[in-house]
């Protein structure tokens, strides 16, 4: 065997030299760096460590044994096809000769190419004199099983790569077109090949030690291997075309499992060189001061240099290069074809107007010194990002860490319950102004209801809460409300918005196609648990964010329920529509795509910033340089991973715990042997005369299939793989990768210098195969302390706001950016996000103390409307109560309760939906999980992105393209036409007045419509409401006994009537 | 219920429009106080939707406005620019102003369609609209329009309110607000958008923001039901629904009270009583059995490409015809694509895709209306956010300019077979009687009898108008009136 020295020369500037010295010493050993997994040989065809000096001509090879140890050894049984050996073919070493025909195969590649793994390949090699057939392919990968159906070879310059839609890949040599006329084998001489698969669709073509091409794989053609790969030499697999095969002579052939550097590869190369006498280009890299740097100081600095920065590039640096412009960074280390400064030269873009363009010879020494990884003297510094960032963005408000205010001193103090009251009362008093009086008790108690649960109350606990006196009842009734089960559902709601929450999978874009994403709503109980649970928000985030990564759950035998809760938090981040699961659609720009949609609702949700802009260049108004966008990416690539793409229905896991496992065993252990008994009992029958007997039997099976039960599914976003790179993508686009990426978080949410970084508190760590990189940003994130912790805590606590107060502190509370609007109560907000943290994160304790202010318990109207109008007249400094009106799902809710119909279970899978072809959208009764599961509470109703319930999309149920952090009302004509017409409000309207008849204190109209209004309005009727409202039904009663009904159906009719009318009253659909 | 008298549709109208007539609220008094003054638009516009009197004797009476959202190339399609086949490919001379990376070689490039001449008029555009160049003698060419912004959110909400910020009201809810409609059984401000989807800044576009909220605009679905819940699956009989409506606005209007300042009770107050008359109408108005088939056929309707947009543009003219006061019409979205006139990639093929569904659509609304006798006090206009640069991008395409674009207007006293203002010889910048969005708006409102510095609404103090000429100094612009 042989013995590897392995050589580890990693810095760039020493390569040069390294090479050097390998050449100068010329010596003949391999050098065999890392990652190596083939090695054939064709002086060692048997692998004995000796030449194999005895070879005589024509020999037959019956098998190439790999020297790289991994044991991928080459064989042919058919005589016909086995190739021969031949001594002294190349600088007098031995050569395996194929002849056509002649193929050697290895059934499976150990320790070899996995999804988009680079691959780097060396040949030496000859072709024939003379040989002209038209497919002359030297190697084929295929999968171990792979579908071989669709053939579709990509055409590269000289020397080419096939790669093939299913994980396939083909290398081959000709000229010109495969196929055409004008493919002819090549010289018959001797070369050093080496075939690069850089990932992510690039490759890379050296021919005897010099770059000789280089791109990206066309479209959606190969995407890595999919599965274990077998390798045939010589002809493809399973391929009867004489035409397809290498004629010619294969020396030796050396293949890594990633791309090798240039010094590496420099070293195989003189070690080849030696060996095979073979003349190969083997160069030092340019140098920058001495080679580059002048080129750029005649072409370039004009307006990139001292003077003018254009596009805020400066080409005097390595490290301003790499730092960049407004577009980017220029240069990326290691790949000129990722590099924007060689894309703008070749493409004649810069310099400017064709004017004192650069020669080949100047293109080409900077091409190659961005090849050797860009080495300069100079010392290069991390880009810093920092620098793009002025003083004045630093001192922007949201980028700052958290202050304690104390409530100011206000002359109000009798309506200061809360520090709240202090905060607000203290900017309406300058003006003149004070908080509107308390509301009724009434008022309040449909506000808090509404609010806390998004439900109102039942007349029962109207009359309880008004009938107690004490000064507690109101925080009683909070107290009471906060522990409900429903105040998990009501917030819940809001919080999935925020993070674009849907049950379906991918961009939902059909009316008619609804795709529920199984187990998907296991993601939306947690939430709901979270929220009734009071989890502490930091936990929350950490384990939405990173749950996966802080259990080792991968080495488990079962999932711990621990585990099972931690795995189904992470669906927070799969809400990026995602249509991947079509193969069409399973395409590199789709899957950047999917992972900038989750990095942009993730940072949207918790920053309230718009990164999105960064994508393509720096943001024009926010302080985001795209090189942030892509380091933000970066987190989350390890789960979305462009290279090792997990497909939108993918991310679904058997999560089990043990007792799962023994339930659905135990169950399936009840029906499994009658299936088999039953398959048993169809076997003795005759296929033909027992025809009737068989297709009754499979019925049965059938039945009893449907009761086996399967392990739930959890969707969760775990990383697959190993990272893979991550480039900053070239004016977003996705074929046009640059310089590599490290994760991190947005640079204006980290404090730079270094004494005022406070690190986080929590001392977890990654836990199993994980790169741990959501973890930091989770850890970054809930510390109060740093600027993302300030920034977060206080986005949150103003969503909070804004759901209890109708508006937020700040108003756009999906834009905390100088783009945004700012806080019309600073002070208060960081009061808020303070009093949270201090609180331990704890979101009850916070909302108590906002619906205990004064400023929450306010009337709709103040005394003095005059003055409010003269000094707030918009009401954002919160003198009087807003009237807000209910979301889609509380209307319906509300509508549900008030008819009594209302099913109030809790959590499971969604309610499904039918698109009709009408254009409207209602439950699908035909599959509904329970007889009253159309009656639930309306987020339990699948949700779509697009689709929704028509009764929710006509009342601004938001579309989920992305998230949505504000509800946003309106008040069209649809709306009026749906409470006035849609079956579902009808039928409600016939359950409400059931009901009415059924309570109400006696069967007379008054008491009817006195207890309609307590049950639908929460409140008793004025006289006047009373007087018209009974008119109304005597009315109909009449109108109906005319037309031939007897008094009881005409007075049901009646009642319906005045019930639905109610359901339509503008009081029904707001809130006080 | 033979012997119950059937309401007649105008006792029905009478009661279901209880309390229009009688309204006043303090919010009411408080405009008339801010805009007291014999020169001011006192009671001009109302918190109602029927129909107001004009400033002054009115052109046009409605508007179809044919949203081209992306942003058509003026070189491309209507500005024919010699200069650009001379020097195609080579640098252009001037540095232009760029948006998005991938036009920084700054060279020129032609246009890939020919032009020609069209109508009686002979106005040149190119070749592949022949449909719209058979209505050339109905068309008011304006080549000379600026933008603001070269974003297309920006530019959007800028051509849709003035603006490019959003949260000021659109166009069609400054003109509802003002007008009211002549239809009291429809919206005021209806807009028919591929039922496929949003167009790029989606419901941002018809937002009243500010304004009340019953001048926002509606969509109908042109296809399957075009208004969700247009009627119960069991109508009541009419005199119950109408009982039942009125003695709701009683229970409404007393509500109201308590919330003088929330302009959104009365929207869904007259919401009601619009949703009752709609009834009535609108499932008439929707049901297209009536259009003869050679009608149809002029929209497309009975050809893949065509018949989506087809469906919207004869329901514009329906809806125009029935006195709906402003249409918007949106472009489909081809596989996807929000803003289908985004040519970033391929100016050709870009185009040939939009012109597939738009040109003939679009030539019979107009052809429709003249026919008619519609299209002379009905305004359409044709037009996108923005142009696109002379140079280009990505090799075939180009980016945004927000210098020039040209746009077209027919009916409603517009000149007709005429062109107006000119960009310079590459046609990157509005050089000759450039008209500005505002400029646009202001004009429109003209034709309508609206002064637009007279049509205001108070807000946070301050009387807003539309164009807001204090700041934009918005003119009209006389040249293109008839």
């Not at chain 1, 073979?278 to 890299?285: G, K, N, P, R």
């Not at chain 1, 980017?328 to 060689?342: A, K, Q, T």
């Not at chain 2, 009687?433 to 646009?440: A, E, G, P, Q, Y």
């Amino acid at each position: 065997m042989f013995f590897v020295i392995a050589r580890h020369i990693t810095s760039a500037v020493t390569a040069m030299l390294a090479a050097t010295v390998l050449i100068a010493s010329a010596c003949a050993t391999a050098p065999l760096p890392e990652g190596l997994v083939l090695w054939l040989d064709a002086s060692d065809v048997n692998n004995d460590g000796k030449p194999d000096a005895h070879n005589s001509n024509g020999q037959p090879l019956v098998s190439w044994l790999d020297k790289s140890g991994k044991g991928n050894h080459f064989t042919q049984s058919e005589i016909a096809q086995q190739p021969t050996c031949e001594a002294g073919q190349f600088g007098g070493k031995p050569a395996v000769r194929f002849h056509g025909n002649d193929q050697l195969t290895c059934g499976k590649i150990e320790g070899f190419l996995y999804r988009d793994q680079p691959i780097h390949i060396v040949l030496v090699m000859r072709t024939k004199s003379g040989s002209t057939h038209s497919h002359p392919r030297l190697m084929e990968f295929q999968p171990v099983d792979g579908d071989l159906s669709k053939p579709n070879t990509v055409k590269q310059r000289g020397f080419w790569i096939g790669p093939q839609g299913d994980g396939r890949m083909r290398i081959g040599t000709h000229f010109g077109d495969e196929g055409s006329a004008l493919s002819v084998s090549w010289d018959a001489r001797p070369h050093v090949i080496e075939i690069i698969y850089a990932g992510a669709q690039n490759w890379i073509h050296y021919l005897d030690g010099a770059r000789d091409g280089a791109g990206l794989l066309g479209g959606r053609d190969f995407h890595g291997f999919k599965k274990d790969v077998r390798l045939a030499i010589g002809q493809q697999f399973d391929w009867v075309d004489p035409n397809s095969y290498f004629e010619g002579d294969l020396a030796e052939v050396l293949i890594y499992n990633r791309m090798l550097t240039p010094d590496e590869q420099n070293s195989i190369k003189s070690y080849l060189a030696k060996k095979y006498a073979i003349d190969l280009s083997i160069e030092a890299a340019p140098n920058f001061e001495r080679d580059v740097r002048p080129i750029l100081a005649q072409h370039c600095h004009e307006c990139h240099g001292s003077d003018l920065q254009e596009s805020g590039l400066d080409l005097r640096t390595v490290t301003a290069m790499l730092r960049g412009g407004d577009s980017g960074p220029v240069i990326s280390r290691g790949h000129p074809e990722f590099s924007d400064l060689v894309d703008q030269i070749i493409e004649g873009r810069m310099p400017p107007n064709g004017a004192d363009s650069l020669d080949k010879g100047q293109l080409s020494v900077i091409r190659r010194w961005i090849e050797a990884g860009a080495p300069a003297d100079e010392e290069i510094a991390p880009v810093d990002l920092d620098a793009l960032i002025s003083e004045e963005d630093r001192s922007f408000w949201a980028f700052q860490k958290l202050a304690r205010h104390e409530p100011p001193k206000v002359a109000g103090t009798n309506r200061v319950r809360t520090p709240i009251d202090a905060f607000v009362l203290a900017k309406l008093e300058p003006l003149g102004l004070t908080l509107a009086p308390e509301a009724s008790r009434v008022t309040l108690l449909r506000r808090v209801c509404f609010d806390l649960l998004g439900l109102p109350p039942s007349p029962q606990e109207m009359l309880q809460f008004l009938a107690n006196e004490s000064d507690q009842a109101y925080e009683q009734l909070v107290d009471r409300l906060l522990a409900s089960e429903h105040f998990g559902e009501r917030w819940g709601r809001s919080w999935l918005d925020w993070c674009g929450y849907v049950d379906v999978f991918g961009r939902d874009t059909d009316f008619l196609i609804i795709k529920p994403l199984r187990g998907r709503w296991r993601y939306r109980d947690y939430v709901i648990r979270a929220f009734n649970h009071d989890k502490p928000w930091n936990r929350f985030l950490m384990e939405q964010l990173a749950g996966d990564e802080l259990l080792d759950w991968r080495n488990a035998e079962h999932l711990t329920p621990e585990m099972v809760e931690l795995l189904t938090a992470t669906g927070f981040l799969l809400c990026a529509d995602d249509d991947s699961d079509q193969n069409e659609l399973n395409t590199p720009d789709i899957r950047h795509y999917v992972l900038q949609q989750t990095g942009e609702i993730v940072a949207n949700n918790l920053f309230a910033l718009t990164v999105g802009c960064a994508k393509c260049h720096n943001h024009k108004y926010e302080p985001i340089a795209q090189l942030d966008y892509y380091r933000w990416l970066a987190n989350f690539s390890p789960v979305f991973n462009p290279q090792r793409w997990v497909t939108s229905i993918e991310h679904g896991m058997a999560g089990p715990t043990q007792q799962e496992k023994e339930d659905v065993h135990r169950h399936n252990a009840g029906i499994d042997p009658q299936i088999a008994a039953l398959k048993e009992q169809q076997n003795t029958f005759d296929k033909e005369e027992g025809e009737a007997e068989i297709a009754g039997i499979d019925t049965k099976i059938a039945a009893l299939n449907a009761q086996r039960k399967e392990y739930p599914v959890l969707q969760v976003a775990v990383e697959q793989n190993p990272p893979s790179p991550t480039y900053l993508l070239r004016r977003g686009q996705v074929g046009k990768p640059g310089v590599e990426v490290q994760p991190a978080s947005l640079t204006i949410l980290t404090q730079t210098r270094a004494a005022d970084r406070v690190e986080s508190q929590s001392k977890l760590q990654p836990q199993g195969a994980t790169s741990g990189r959501r973890l930091a940003v989770a850890k970054q994130v809930t510390n109060p302390d740093s600027i993302a912790g300030a920034l977060v805590a206080r986005v949150f606590v103003n969503r909070l706001w804004q759901e209890s107060l109708g508006k937020g502190i700040v108003e756009t509370s999906d834009n905390f950016g100088i783009s945004g609007a700012r806080p019309t109560h600073p002070e208060l907000l960081d009061w808020l996000a303070t009093e949270f943290i201090r609180g331990g994160w704890k979101v009850k304790p916070l909302v108590k103390t906002i619906v205990m202010s004064s400023v929450y318990r306010q009337a709709p109207f103040g005394q003095d409307v005059d003055s409010g109008i003269q000094g707030d007249p918009a009401n954002n400094l919160l003198w009087h109560s807003r009237l807000r009106q209910l979301s889609s799902e509380h209307i319906r809710d509300r509508i549900l309760t008030v008819s009594g119909q209302l099913d109030r279970t809790l959590g499971g899978p969604p309610i499904p939906l039918l698109a009709r072809p009408d254009g409207k959208i209602v439950i699908n009764m035909d599959s509904l999980p329970t007889s009253t599961s159309h009656l639930r509470r309306s987020l339990y109703v699948l949700n779509r992105r697009n689709y929704h319930l028509s009764m929710l999309t006509t009342f601004d149920q938001p579309f989920l393209t992305s998230n949505c952090t504000c509800r946003k009302p309106s008040a069209v004509v649809t709306q009026s036409l749906t409470m006035m017409n849609d079956e579902f409000v009808l039928e409600q309207a016939r359950h409400f007045a059931q009901r009415v008849a059924r309570e109400a204190a006696d069967a007379s109209s008054a008491a009817r419509v006195d207890w309609a209004f307590q049950l639908a309005l929460c409140r008793t009727p004025s006289e006047t409401e009373s007087r018209l409202c009974v008119e109304l039904i005597e009315r109909h009663t009449v109108r109906y006994q005319h037309l031939d009904m007897n008094t009881d159906e005409a007075a049901e009719k009646a009642l319906v009537h005045f019930c639905h009318t109610l359901f339509n009253t503008n009081e029904f659909l707001y809130v006080q | 219920m033979a012997w119950i008298p059937q309401l007649s549709r105008r006792e029905m109208l009478q009661m279901s429009g209880l309390g229009l007539g009688t309204l006043a609220t303090t919010y009411l008094r408080g405009l008339d106080l801010a805009h007291g003054g014999p020169n001011h638009a006192v009671n001009l516009a109302g918190m109602n939707s029927h129909p107001h009197p004009a400033q002054f004797p009115a052109k046009a009476k409605s508007v179809i406005m044919l949203v081209q959202n992306g942003g058509p190339g003026q070189m491309d399609l209507f500005d024919e620019k010699p200069m650009l086949k001379k020097f195609d490919g080579t640098v252009h001379t001037e540095k232009v102003e760029q948006f998005q990376p991938g036009s920084e070689s700054n060279k020129l490039l032609n246009s890939p369609f020919p032009f020609r001449e069209y109508g009686q008029c002979g106005m040149r555009m190119a070749n592949i609209l022949p449909h719209i160049g058979t209505v050339a003698d109905e068309l008011c060419l304006v080549r000379s329009m600026a933008s603001f912004h070269n974003n297309h959110t920006e530019a959007l909400v800028a051509l849709n309110t003035g603006k490019i910020f959003p949260g000021r009201p659109a166009l069609g809810s400054w003109i509802t607000y003002a007008l009211g409609s002549a239809n009291q059984n429809l919206p005021a401000y209806i807009v028919l958008r591929d039922p496929n989807g949003y167009n790029t800044s989606g419901t941002l576009l018809w937002q009243n923001s500010w304004l009340p909220a019953m001048f926002r605009g509606t969509e109908i679905s042109t296809s399957g039901t075009p208004v969700l819940n247009l009627k119960s699956e069991s109508p009541p009989p009419p005199e119950v629904q109408a009982d039942n409506l009125r003695v709701l606005t009683q229970l409404n209007r007393a509500h109201q009270e308590k919330f003088p300042h929330e302009s959104v009770l009365e929207a869904r107050i007259q919401n009601y009583e619009l949703a009752a008359r709609m009834q009535m109408a609108a499932g008439e108005l929707l049901d297209l059995s009536s259009e003869s088939a050679a009608t149809r056929k002029m929209y497309g309707l009975d050809n893949k490409p065509t018949e989506r947009y087809g469906l919207r543009c004869l329901m514009a003219r329906r809806m125009v015809e029935a006195g709906v006061r402003f249409v918007q019409v949106f472009p489909d979205l081809l596989g996807g694509n929000t803003q289908v006139w985004d040519s970033h990639a391929n100016v050709k093929s870009e185009n040939e895709a939009c012109f597939a569904f738009a040109d003939k659509p679009s030539a019979a609304l107009i052809t429709d209306l003249k026919q008619r006798g519609l299209l002379e006090d009905t305004i359409v206009i044709w037009s996108g956010e923005f142009g696109r640069l002379p140079i280009s991008q990505n090799g075939t395409g180009r980016d945004h300019n927000r210098n020039a674009f040209s746009l077209l207007l027919a009916g409603g006293g517009f000149k007709s077979g005429h062109i107006h203002g000119a960009t310079d010889e590459f046609g990157y910048r509005a050089v000759e009687d450039r008209v500005t969005v505002n400029d646009l708006h202001a004009t429109l409102l003209h034709q309508l009898g609206l002064d637009h510095n007279r049509l205001t609404f108070m807000h946070h103090g301050r009387p807003e108008t539309l164009t807001d000429a204090v700041v934009t100094n918005a003119h009209v612009v006389k040249k293109i009136i008839a």
